[in-house]
């Protein structure tokens, strides 16, 4: 007999066990010295599954921070899940995420959310695949069309200037507070200020209105020679507050059409900026898939911000750890919840997730049999949480 699994959050004395683990799991070099930073790093904490002296599987929870409803939701973000080959098909994955999530809940995490290698993997864990980050592909020669939008000067952002830091980071505020599922950046997590974007050493083109308010910014990078048909502008982030700022950003990259054939752009589900676009390509290379699941109902609700309008909604959770029946009472934009005997409709777990992050129809959700009972309150529901999704980071 195997010896039975001990399950404990790992210190720094674990750290080279770890690193083995993801080495062999994810592909990455194998550590050659001693680690450049400290791990587990600032706000991140690791779990591992041990039999006896064998750790034979591993995960990290990053304490971030997610906007919804114009609130900041806190978030357990778990990456770097592995299990040893020998050890896989034996659901380790389960005891480790009851402890490492009832963990998470105990500091005040209401949700968590991950980037997936397959969605497979977390469903029985009750996540559920709520949006993605793409790469996109738009030929240059489009955006060359795209007229001057009047009122936008762009202008270079200078990576050591604090005020053009300060700009471009309150430019990303205010986008992502107006979205469902952005990160905050903000916390022990956060990148440094300037160095946010997923490439450090991007050229970062930001977008002012005639009364000299940023309303937009673009990270890019440009690659692969000068052959006009093939060459390759990088687009990491592309954030516009206003269809004209978008335009303009836009058409910055239209000026590339005799030495670039394509833009790829990294992006998340209804982009906005593809409104002003005037032909339609826009062509999906690579997707992440991104899941979400609530560990505490009453304090996600609790936590997120909805849209304006009053409502009583009774409800009830069945599985995924979640089970209760609750009230939801909606008041100018705040939610509150508590238990409460309710004859509402029934979400699964998997189903509350897809409501909450406002991306799915009561109605799609009745068709997959993840919401039953009652539909008088569907409307309300949609009405309260929709309005798309989007992610820009990876963890
Ligand atoms: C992914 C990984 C952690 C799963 O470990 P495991 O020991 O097979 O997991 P479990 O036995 O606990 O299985 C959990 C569930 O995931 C499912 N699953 C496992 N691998 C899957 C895959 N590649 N695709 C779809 N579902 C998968 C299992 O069928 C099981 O579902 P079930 O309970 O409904 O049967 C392991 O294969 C691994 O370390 N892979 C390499 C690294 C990796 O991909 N990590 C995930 C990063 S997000």
């Known amino acids: 007999m195997p010896p039975a699994p001990e399950i ?6 674990d750290a080279d066990a770890v690193a083995d683990l993801d080495t062999e799991a994810f592909g990455y070099p194998a550590p050659t ?20 002296r064998d750790l034979v599987a591993a995960a990290e929870v990053r304490e971030l921070a997610s906007w919804f409803g114009g609130t900041a939701v806190p ?20 005891p480790l995420f009851r402890q490492m999530l009832a963990d998470a809940r105990a500091r005040g995490e209401v949700i968590s959310t991950l980037f997936p290698t397959a969605p497979g993997i977390y469903r029985p864990l009750g996540y559920e695949i709520v949006g993605e980050l793409a790469d996109v592909e738009v030929p240059v020669a489009s955006l060359a069309r795209i007229p001057a939008p009047e009122g936008i000067v762009l202008r270079r952002a200078d990576p050591d200037d604090e005020p053009d830091v300060v700009v471009r980071r309150a430019v990303y505020d205010r986008w992502a507070a107006a979205q469902n599922g952005p990160l905050t950046r903000q916390g022990p997590q956060q990148r440094p200020l300037g160095r946010e ?28 020679g000068y052959q006009g048909g093939t060459a390759t502008v990088t687009v990491h982030e592309f954030i516009a507050l206003t269809g004209a700022a978008a335009a303009a950003l836009w058409r910055l990259f239209g000026g590339f059409e005799s030495v670039a054939g394509t ?14 676009l005037p032909a339609a390509p826009w062509r999906p290379m690579r997707q992440w898939p991104y899941g979400l699941r609530l560990l505490d109902v009453v304090g996600a609700f609790r936590a997120r911000g909805a849209a304006p309008i009053d409502a ?24 509150s919840c508590e238990p409460a005997a309710a004859d509402g409709p029934a979400f ?38 929709g309005g798309g999704f989007a992610i820009r980071n990876y963890f």
């Open 8 to 13: 404990r959050s790992l210190t720094p004395d």
């Open 33 to 52: 010295g001693p680690a450049a930073e400290q791990w587990p790093t600032v706000g991140s904490r690791a779990w591992g599954v041990l039999r006896g």
């Open 75 to 94: 978030t357990a973000g778990i990456a770097a899940v592995a299990v040893r080959p020998e050890h896989r098909g034996t659901r380790l994955l389960v």
């Open 197 to 224: 974007a997923p490439d450090d050493w991007d050229t970062v083109t930001l977008a002012f209105d005639t009364a000299g308010e940023p309303v937009g910014y673009a990270a890019w990078r440009r690659t692969d």
């Open 263 to 276: 833009v790829a752009l990294r992006t998340s589900g209804g982009d906005a900026t593809r409104l002003v």
């Open 312 to 335: 009583t909604l009774p409800f009830r959770v069945i599985g995924d750890g979640l089970d209760g029946t609750y009230r939801l009472t909606a008041s100018g934009g705040t939610l």
């Open 348 to 385: 699964t777990g998997r189903g509350l997730a897809l409501a909450y992050a406002g991306v799915q129809s009561c109605a799609n959700l009745r068709f997959v049999g993840l919401l039953s009972g009652p539909d008088t309150d569907d409307a309300r529901w949609d009405a309260l949480l």
